[in-house]
């Protein structure tokens, strides 16, 4: 089955022989192919690394930043994450949601490159002003509200590339992120309710467009109601 993934995932730069991955792992990268497909048309610096053993904290699927590339990486091994995020989603029903994932995590790479990460839109700034009796708790607050602007906008990526690739999944992909988001600290950094809300009717994504290019006007809806 990794025949057709492993040039992909070499180009990429991989960091994981054939051999060494697990079947859930290629599972995984199978149902992100076409995404990481993607990103190589986009000419995204892309990396992908599989943890050898994930750590407590570790989710199964991230992307980090280093010496100017995105790191796409997976942590299956060991993560009972890999099977909670899943939760009662029969194993045949889930590479579109493993896809939309990527999407994801593609959408902060695609950001992070066009030097827009923890950017706010063309006519928007910061209104109101914050105070604290500790300086560290505005700069909490202040990558708090970072951090979910930017998963907001991943999360309306993946959506937009569910619209475009998976047009038949697109209630169902909503729907579990819907209930992936339901349980985050409001106003937290995942809390992206409000978008993902706006994005209930998938007709509000085009879907004929580039896909993480038609999250924003959903993105900028939302950043008013933020």
Known sequence: MFKSLFPLALLAGATA????????EQRWLQAA????TYSQQLKL????????QARATDVPLAMGFADGRCKLVLSLRGNPQAEAVFAKVPVDS???LI??????EIAHCWRHAKGAWNALPA???EVGEETASDASLLAMARALRESRREEAYADLAALAWTRHSNPHAYARVHGWLTSVRAGQTPRGGHDTRTWVALAADGSRIAGKGAPFEEAEPLWRQGLLQD
């Open 17 to 24: 022989q054939a051999a060494e991955l697990t079947a859930l």
């Open 99 to 104: 896809e939309a994932m990527a999407a994801h």
């Open 33 to 36: 192919a076409p995404v990481l």
């Open 45 to 52: 610096p892309l990396d992908i690394i599989v943890q050898p």
């Open 123 to 125: 006519g928007f700034t």
């Open 94 to 96: 889930q590479a579109e």
